[in-house]
């Protein structure tokens, strides 16, 4: 557990800092202080802290005068931007009625408590402690909490599914809830007998695709979540059947609609993006070295491509829109040079296991390319791209599965 207090009140910061030494048995090294606005910023921007407890009238510097304005700004900035990280709680403290009465407002909207301090007795301390009990409560419970299924599957079309279902072992469809059936199965890694779940998405896209990846995460709690399927790919850096690792995936449609001073149209990017654990990247450039592998899943398919299907990893775009439109995807492609795919799921697999609560998954897509999103596409490579990307993702998860359970 670890706690910031913010308070320049040199009477009321050293009962504080014995109460939660010596009632609630806090580690002294795990009580962080400052004594302004200035140093509580500095502090959160490197540190999450369990408990924030913060003087209401706080001086912004050593030099300033105590002032409401100051404590409201910092806790404004904590809940609106991404510049500091959020405690888990914070409290209040004040010695006066007058700003009490002002900071309450604030504090009541965000369900946060304010403590009035006294310097005659230690009683207003006593919710303070029924704070830290909880925080060290939930801790234990979260420490409690473990992996439910191994692996969960997640497709955005029924014949990405289909391809994937073809192998391994798996039970009739089953209900979830109202709207979402689910399959149930199981596969070795290295001698172990693992545990898989799969949906399919009931429409492409990232919202639909991240309501589901969040929906499976909250109810199986997986170690690892997987999307595999079909992409485009971008024209000379991958073939048709390549599977790509997104490394990296971004919504390419966020950003801002903008007219120049000429009144032009123009669009300012401004992606937020996510990028796979390193481990999983380098357990898939081991698996693509296999080339007896890759020759094997290309002669089980007829008629041949003209190659083995090769698997690659690197960034991946996300968009709403199915592009059949080269100059658009070109644009796409220049929002980063190194982009292998362009698809329509990938940011938002990734942002629903970023966003997952204790125990978090690992999360991948790996996706086969099926056309080059231009002029030329057509569904006529769908079926083979679906096949080869069900083929590495199984093989890769035969082999490595089992790294992710030790």
Partial sequence: MKLLIVDDNETRLPKIISYLIDTMA??????????????????????????????????????????????????????????????RHIIGVTAYDDAEAEARKVFQRRAWTILRSSDMNSEWLEPLGQSVRYIREQAEQRERQDFGADLVVVAALQLEMDAMQRGWEWEPAEP???TTFIRRGRFFSAGRNCSAVSAVAPRMGMVSSCHLTA?????F???????????????GRAQLGDVVLADMAWDYQSGKHVLDSDNVPGFLIDPHAIQVDPSIAAKWAVLAADNALRIAAWQEWRPNYPQPPVLLHGPVASGSAVLANAALTDGIVKQHRKTLGVEMEAYGVYFAAEMASHPKPAVCVMKSVCDFA????????????????????RAYFERHMVDFVH
């Fill in 176 to 178: 979830l809830d109202d």
């Fill in 374 to 393: 231009d002029e030329k596409k057509d569904d006529g490579h769908q079926e083979y791209a679906a096949f080869t990307s069900a083929t590495f993702v």
């Fill in 215 to 219: 929906k499976l995460i909250d109810k």
């Fill in 26 to 87: 806090v580690a002294r090294d795990d009580i962080y202080t400052e004594t302004t606005g200035f140093g509580a910023r500095e502090a959160l921007r490197t540190r999450t802290f369990d408990l924030l407890l913060l003087d209401v009238l706080l001086k912004m510097r050593p030099e300033s005068e105590p002032m409401l304005d100051t404590s409201i700004g910092l806790m404004t900035e904590i809940v609106e931007t991404s510049e500091l990280r959020k405690p």
């Fill in 221 to 235: 709690r997986p170690r690892v979540v997987v999307m595999p399927g079909i992409c485009a790919g971008v024209r």
